[in-house]
């Protein structure tokens, strides 16, 4: 396929604001491999931009108007986040000239364009089974393109443009962009509640899902996790609409549909046994949790749908490192593990926190949690504290409010009240956080720092002083 080809002329020369993001940046990387001129301005600098840079994009750090012609002229569109905010001075200055202004996710369907395109959906697991797929296509030697919310560990990359006509992508529902997309493999994982600062209404969040199914290429599939009530609701109306609908779960009778059999932990990963097609098959899961086995089985699915040999698409997701932030392995300090963790709804700590229960052995677990915006604890406080139970050992850090402005009485406190079962230490000091980390783990023990903000920059000063209390430093 010719690069030139799939390069849509509106994005031949393309400014990004807000380039260091993880979306933004993948864009950018597609971009540029197909011959693009790209420029783009962020708030601060980031290590993504030191490959950004190394492939010739032109970046700004700081956001003023002038960065608009930083690539030597104007550019043919100016590309968006919803976090970009109307009175960013990028902005108001495209728009004041005249220069077209597209969301990201409008770019991005323009690269899909001349694709057969996948895209993952869903409240939990949309990066990971995006991630799994990716792989698993590669292992196949179909070279994918792909966009993809989190780095691969395989590649450390989050977006790839690639020659085999097929295009991966995270498909995000949170600001219901998702909605641009017209795929002909559609995969949902779950709906459950979220993003409500923007949808405003559960029923709405749940609307969005179905809006979606209906944006399927008319010889398209939805692959749905039929143990997901929100989710089998969704296919039954699909399948009433006429789309073709695969599904994967312990309670599914379908011929295409993939049943879960069973699963055995193993390792730091585990084996699930599924029937697919009249046939028993184990597929090994490198990563561990039986929520990570079943995106794998959506993973499988949707790779058949795309065309890859059953066995090829196996062996693929055998071998599928897991991906940057996902129980990332950090490191081993003073008989300590530690990992880091980007779970930041209710549901995702606690299918996390089973999967590490598992893999600490006999070793205690020791979470350091940080909230995720002041709206998200406010709703979901007493959840998150029945999910952090789980552990034997919680620091609770307070709200990293990322867009949201601080709401009066929302901090961690919430949750951290709220928690049994567990000793509880409630830190709101950020900058003290590593100190009591390193008082509360012993040998044996793993310790994960989990959640969306910047509590994923203590791992490596946890094992830091670990090592320095330790005197192996």
């Known amino acids: 396929m010719s690069s030139e080809l799939e390069l849509p002329e509106l994005l031949t020369r393309a400014h990004l604001i807000g380039i260091g993001g993880a979306g933004m940046s993948g864009i950018a990387r597609i971009l ?4 693009a001129q790209v420029s783009g301005s962020d ?6 931009f030191l490959t950004l840079r190394a492939q010739g994009a032109r970046i700004e750090i700081g956001q003023r108007a002038e960065n608009l012609d930083s690539a030597g002229g104007a550019p043919s569109a100016v590309v968006v986040s919803t976090a970009i905010k109307g009175d960013n001075p990028e902005l108001a200055a495209a728009r004041e000239r005249g220069i077209p202004v597209l969301h990201r996710a409008e770019a991005l369907a323009g690269l899909m364009e001349g694709h057969r395109v996948a895209c993952i959906a869903g409240t939990h697991g949309k990066t990971s089974t995006t991630s799994m797929l990716t792989v698993a296509l590669q292992h196949c030697r179909l070279d994918p393109s ?3 919310g989190g780095d691969l560990n395989e590649s450390g990359a989050n977006a790839h ?3 085999g006509g097929i295009f991966v992508a995270e498909a995000d529902e949170s600001d219901g962009s998702f909605l641009i997309y017209s795929p002909s493999v559609a995969v949902v994982t779950n709906v459950e509640p979220d993003h ?6 559960a029923e709405a969040y749940v609307a969005v899902f179905t809006e979606f199914a209906k944006r399927i290429r008319p010889d398209g599939v939805l692959i749905v996790c039929a143990d997901d009530a929100p ?8 399948e009433a609409d006429g789309v073709r609908v695969r599904r994967y779960g312990h309670s599914v009778t379908g011929h295409d549909d993939a049943k879960i059999l069973s699963y055995t932990p193993s390792g730091d990963g585990g084996v699930v046994r599924i029937s697919l097609s009249g046939k028993e098959i184990d597929l090994k899961v490198a990563v561990p949790g039986e929520h990570m086995a079943a995106n794998a089985v959506a993973a499988l699915l949707a790779g058949t749908e795309l065309g890859a040999p059953l066995d090829g698409l196996a062996d693929g997701l055998a071998a599928f490192g897991g991906v940057r932030r996902r129980f990332e392995f950090k490191g081993r300090a003073a008989g300590v593990r530690v990992y880091d963790d980007y779970a930041h709804h209710p549901t995702e700590v606690a299918a996390q926190l089973h999967a590490v229960r598992h893999a600490a052995g006999d070793g205690r677990v020791v979470v350091i949690f940080q909230p995720h915006l002041y709206s998200r604890t406010k709703l979901f406080a007493t959840e998150f504290a029945e999910a952090l139970s789980l552990a034997d050992e919680v620091v609770v850090l307070n709200v990293y409010g990322a867009r949201e402005e601080p709401e009066p009485g929302v901090t961690g406190a919430l949750i951290a009240e709220r928690i ?11 900058d003290r956080v590593v100190t009591l980390a390193c008082e509360l783990a012993e ?6 720092t989990m959640g969306a903000g910047d509590v994923t920059q203590l791992g490596p000063d946890v094992l830091a002083e670990l090592d320095r209390r330790s005197g192996t430093d």
């Not at 540029?32 to 011959?35: D, E, F, N, T, Y």
């Not at 708030?43 to 993504?48: E, H, L, M, V």
């Not at 049994?420 to 950020?430: D, K, L, N, R």
């Open 32 to 35: 540029l491999a197909r011959g």
């Open 43 to 48: 708030a601060k600098d980031s290590r993504a």
């Open 146 to 148: 792909f966009a993809i």
């Open 161 to 163: 443009h690639g020659e």
């Open 196 to 201: 409500l600062d923007h949808h405003g209404t």
């Open 231 to 238: 989710a089998a609701e969704l296919a039954a109306r699909a």
């Open 420 to 430: 049994s079962g567990a000793t509880v230490h409630y830190e709101p000091a950020f």
């Open 443 to 448: 040998p044996g023990d793993l310790l994960v």
